[in-house]
């Protein structure tokens, strides 16, 4: 265990009885937050106490973490996305966001994991508003193909957590790290970044962007081109020079659309479901054009319809919106892999769907999102390898996210439909654990039971079927279900009967 000593009366400090050359504010920094070990210090608390009030960058605070970090260890100051840092004085910092996940090991091309950036705008009201720009940016840096970027509902694990970047660098298999704040005066909007090597702590990259609130997208592009070149020097201009489309002109639409995100990202109920569509019906009556809100929008009934929060008539009033979209996705890539896979849901012939989600997917290969939703339309027209390979790259890009038991079990349809039964019911059996009253993630692993003759357990899973949905019959199931091809229909029919389940 490494054992940090200071004496504030000779401003001293020892590494494991060694003494450390600091400066004296990298001392004042470790000082303040050795005094308060107890509790995560926000950077704004920082800047007042060690500064004394003066108006200094926030990028000075960066340089003494830095500083400390290199000479401590990387582990000696925990970040604590979205808030502040933490003393650790011992080289274990733990975390439970990961435990019990093995490490994935590093990809060969550059990667990133975006953190929650800490809201320092002195209103707790606008953290959806910061949470919003962090995941747009995540968004587009996942369109670059030359960089493996981890999904936005992994890296908001960490949010409020105390983690040392070096245990986010193993726990999510990435090289760098990207964090930083955001503050607003009046209609400008201040965005603090820095680009970290997660194994050393080390400090690569760092900048500021200032500018009004009404630029907000140009902001976010103009982060997003040079946290590429400090990433990938050799990346073709052409790459980093990626489409920009400004998604609204509309910032009320826009604002109201990050806050239905905010909870369509967390497997949304009932409840929230209506919430998160009221407030994108609201965005596209601002502005009727809003493509990715009414992307988000498809999401929605989507999720809700898997969980059978609504019925098979409810989703009909997203069809034409899909359809729409479809041909009119403005080049998004995400907006184009929604409505595909929710028409694909929806519609008898799923040929269109197919070729849509492809697309999706040469557009933004490195998309969880876009991944996920081509996993299950493939998965629909029988394409089960390639399905299989865009759930497995889904749940790399996004190992802690809340929706990780959702392609487990879309894996796991897949792998069971295809032959490979064992391994399908483990990945059966993931998702099932992850999200139990789902009914998604119920009624396939009661087939794959059945399939491998484990009918007690079956059966349990049929009971509780019903004591969910007290409506269904199997027949019905059949009806409403995207899985539509005969074998498929045959297999879920045979593995359906026998459990007590109506006809």
């Known amino acids: 265990m490494t054992r ?13 009885g060694r003494p450390v050359a600091l400066g004296a504010r990298a001392y004042d920094v470790l000082l303040h937050l050795s005094r308060n070990s107890g509790r995560v210090v926000s950077k704004g608390e920082l800047l007042e106490q060690v500064w004394g ?21 990387p582990k000696a100051i925990a970040t604590v996305p979205g808030v502040g840092y933490q003393f650790a004085a011992s080289d274990t910092v733990g975390t439970a966001t990961t435990e019990g996940h ?40 996942s369109r670059i193909s030359g960089i493996f970027v981890i999904a936005a509902t992994s890296s908001f694990a960490y949010k409020g957590k105390t983690v ?54 140009a902001l976010q592009d103009q982060i997003t081109e040079e946290v590429t070149g400090a990433l990938e020097p050799t990346l073709i201009q052409a790459e980093a020079g990626r489409i920009r489309d400004t998604p609204t002109d509309s910032l009320h639409a826009y604002d109201l659309c990050l806050k239905a995100i905010s909870l369509i990202l967390r497997m949304p109920k009932a409840d929230t479901f209506r919430t998160a569509v009221d407030l994108l ?29 609504i019925g098979q008539q409810n989703m009909q009033e997203i069809e034409p919106v899909a359809r729409r979209l ?49 996993g299950w339309v493939l998965a629909y027209v029988g394409a089960y390898d390639e399905a299989i390979d865009c759930f497995e790259r889904t749940i790399r890009y996004d190992p802690l996210g809340p929706s990780t038991g959702y392609y487990h079990s879309g894996m796991g349809i897949c792998q069971v439909l295809s032959g490979q039964v064992e391994a399908g019911l483990v990945s059966l059996e993931l998702g099932y654990a992850e999200n139990p009253d789902y009914s998604s993630s119920i009624l396939p692993l009661m087939n794959a039971y059945h399939l491998l003759g484990r009918m007690e357990e079956a059966k349990v899973l049929a009971d509780k079927v019903m004591r969910l949905l007290p409506e269904y019959t199997i027949s019905g199931n059949l009806a409403v279900q995207p899985f539509q091809l005969p074998e498929q229909l045959a297999f879920v029919a045979r593995h359906s009967s026998g459990l007590g389940l109506p006809p």
């Open 4 to 16: 940090i000593t200071l004496s504030p009366e000779t401003r001293e400090v020892h590494l494991d």
């Open 53 to 73: 009030g003066l108006s200094v960058e926030e990028g000075n605070l960066t340089v003494q973490i830095s500083a400390l970090r290199k000479a401590l260890g």
């Open 102 to 141: 093995a490490a994935p090991p590093l990809p060969a091309k550059p990667s990133l994991a975006v953190l929650p950036f800490a809201n320092l705008t002195g209103d707790a009201g606008n953290d959806y508003l910061v949470d919003g720009i962090v995941t747009d940016l995540i968004g587009s840096l």
């Open 164 to 217: 040392s970047l070096a245990e986010v660098g193993t726990d999510l298999g990435v090289r760098y790290v990207l964090e930083g704040s955001i503050q607003k005066g009046g209609d400008t909007l201040r965005i603090s970044v820095q680009l970290v090597e997660t194994a050393t702590s080390h400090t690569i990259w760092n900048a500021k962007f200032t500018g009004p609130v009404a630029e907000i997208f």
């Open 281 to 309: 019906d609201q965005a596209i009556a601002l502005d009727p054009g809003y493509v990715l809100a009414e992307a988000w929008k498809c999401r929605a009934f989507l999720l809700a319809r898997g969980g059978r929060y």
């Open 326 to 374: 479809l041909s009119d996705h403005n080049n998004d890539p995400l907006a184009l892999a929604f409505a595909a896979t929710t028409y694909g849901y929806l519609a008898a012939d799923k040929t269109t769907a197919a070729q849509a989600v492809r697309q999706a997917r040469a557009m933004a290969p490195n998309s969880g999102l876009v991944l996920q939703g081509a």
